[in-house]
């Protein structure tokens, strides 16, 4: 865990004693009277509630599978807000998990399906993009941008070094990062600290302003050097020599307590409560059960029924697809059970 906590502005500590904060830790002298401490911020950002600008990073949520092992195919999510870009399908599982740390209760399990010979221009990763709107306080894409730290728990069955990276939306500015697995099926604490991006475009709308990615199976020619800026570079999605997962037939990597925030210190997994994540989870998709919404209605439902479906959030853009689990019957109880929206 990080050993330290950054506290970037007191407004004032009451007491008879002295409390001096220095490069080296604190010192206390005479009898200070703590208790009564007015700390402002942390890193510079938001004490709590929205600290962590990733979603779901306990992996709690799973709207779409509840819990059950899936194959995707490339773009499809698996756990809220977890996507995948795969250049190969069926090369991977993805699901929800109960192996974790202690202090969580879930964590997102890939696995791989195949010893892969990984091909040159490879890529196989979940990614999870966050919102414009949600990283404009970085203030990216000026000179006074600001730092960010990544932090995790992550397991593997493979030891080595692993990678992944940041983006923007359009993929034309990335930083490749790279963290080492010590120890085969064991938990272990990482955090990557990024320098603020002075250069590129990063936007500050509903739009899709940065990627978080963590790569599985990547060829040499979508690979960087870890820890420096890459321009003009859309391919980029792990680093080089970083261990594929996917070239170890029934080789396992966990990850939870995914965090990123404004600053250059890891604080403590921030938690949220679970009905205000999934609030903030379906701002991006939902999913509406056809038979509880409308329970008893099956006398007047006909081919021509006007029915009415209000969002439980708003959407983030108002141009979204809406997906139907199956196809409409002639009677109620065979008609159409889920909706799904999805933007």
Same mark, same amino acid.
């Given at each position: 865990?990080?050993?330290? +906590? ?21 010192? !206390? ?10 700390? @402002?911020? $942390? ?86 993009? $966050? ?11 000026? @000179? ?5 730290? +990544? ?14 990276? $940041? ?31 002075? @250069? ?17 199976? %990547? ?25 594929? +997962? ?9 990850? @939870?307590? +995914? ?9 403590? !997994? ?14 991006? !998709? ?24 209000? !969002? ?27 909706? %799904?929206?999805?933007?």
């Amino acid at each position: 865990m990080a050993s330290e +906590l950054r506290v970037n502005q007191i407004t004032s500590i009451t007491g008879v004693g002295t409390v001096t904060f220095d490069a080296g830790g604190v010192t !206390f002298s005479g009898s200070p009277n703590l208790g009564n401490a007015a700390i @402002t911020s $942390i890193n510079s950002g938001p004490i709590s509630g929205t600290r962590n600008k990733i979603l779901n990073g306990e992996m709690r949520l799973d709207q779409r599978n509840a819990g059950g092992s899936v194959t995707p195919t490339d773009s499809q999510y698996t756990l809220d807000r977890y996507q995948c870009w795969l250049s190969q399908s069926s090369k991977l599982s993805v699901q929800r998990s109960s192996t974790v740390p202690v202090g969580f209760t879930n964590s997102i399990l890939i696995t791989s399906l195949s010893a892969l010979s990984v091909g040159s221009n490879d890529e196989h990763g979940i990614t999870q993009k $966050i919102e414009g709107y949600n990283i404009s306080d970085l203030n990216w894409g000026a @000179t006074d941008a600001k730092p960010i730290t +990544l932090s995790f728990w992550v397991r593997s069955s493979l030891s080595g070094s692993f990678g992944g990276m $940041i983006g923007n939306g359009s993929l034309s500015r990335i930083y490749p990062f790279s963290y080492t697995i010590n120890s085969p099926n064991n938990w272990e604490y990482k955090t990557i600290t990024i320098p603020g991006e002075t @250069t590129g475009t990063w936007t500050k709308d509903e739009t899709w302003g940065m990627a978080v990615h963590f790569q599985f199976g %990547v060829g040499s020619n979508r690979t960087g050097s870890a820890g420096s800026w890459i321009s003009g570079n859309t391919n980029i999605r792990g680093v080089n020599g970083q261990t594929n +997962l996917l070239a170890t037939n029934g080789a396992t990597w966990n990850m @939870t307590g +995914l965090q990123l925030e404004l600053g250059s210190v890891s604080t403590p !997994f921030e938690r949220r409560s679970y009905g205000l994540e999934l609030s903030l989870c379906q701002r991006y !998709f939902e999913q509406i059960d056809f038979a509880q919404r409308y329970a008893g209605y099956s006398g007047y439902l006909t081919a021509f029924s006007l029915l009415n479906f209000p !969002f439980k959030q708003t959407k983030r853009t108002t141009s979204y697809t809406v997906y139907v689990s199956s196809s409409p019957g002639a009677t109620w109880s065979s008609r159409t059970n889920t909706f %799904v929206f999805y933007s």
